[in-house]
């Protein structure tokens, strides 16, 4: 084996590396059933998600959210509201932000694109057992929720 695979062979056992691609490929290919259909980007569809649930959130919330950069969020939130999908509402709580929730057109839209990613969804777990699956739901839950309080620590991974 030469040195050429045995760094690719270590770097797909790391495991951000193996969440990340995973990731990618699972959002591509549900991004490429709404894209076509709606026009909307990962980022954009993204930030509809949140609002569809939540309702109503500022940009720093949805950036937390959905763990996305600042900047992504902002474009997206921009697009989003140029095409008449989000509305954007002072925030009586803090005049620095605004309230951002989806318009009618955008809860519309939010209803379509929801059948589909679940369908995607579905398609991509049917590898899996029920068990299997709710499994790897709480297993990619531990894992978060070890990240997020490591990232808060700001320190090492520890054993536990």
């Known amino acids: 084996m030469g040195e050429r695979e045995t760094s690719l062979g270590r770097l797909a056992d790391f495991l951000p590396y193996q969440l990340s691609i995973t990731s990618n490929a699972v959002s591509s290919l549900i991004a490429?059933?709404?894209?076509?259909r709606f026009g909307l980007k990962i980022t954009e569809w993204r930030v509809m998600a949140v609002l569809g649930d939540v309702g109503a959130a500022t940009q720093r919330e949805l950036a937390e959210a959905t763990l996305m950069d600042k900047v992504a969020v902002n474009r997206a939130c921009k697009v989003l509201e140029d095409r008449g999908l989000l509305a954007r509402q002072p925030n009586t709580l803090d005049g620095r932000s605004h309230m951002l929730t989806l318009t009618d057109e955008g809860k519309a839209i939010h209803g379509e694109v929801?059948?589909?990613a679940r369908e995607s969804e579905a398609e991509?777990?049917?590898?899996?057992s029920e068990e299997d699956q709710v499994q790897f739901r709480a297993l990619l839950l531990r894992l978060l929720d070890r990240a997020t309080v490591q990232a808060k620590?700001?320190?090492p991974a520890t054993r536990s």
């Open 153 to 155: 620590r700001k320190g």
């Open 124 to 128: 991509i777990f049917a590898v899996l």
């Open 114 to 116: 929801m059948p589909l």
């Open 32 to 36: 490429g059933r709404y894209r076509a």
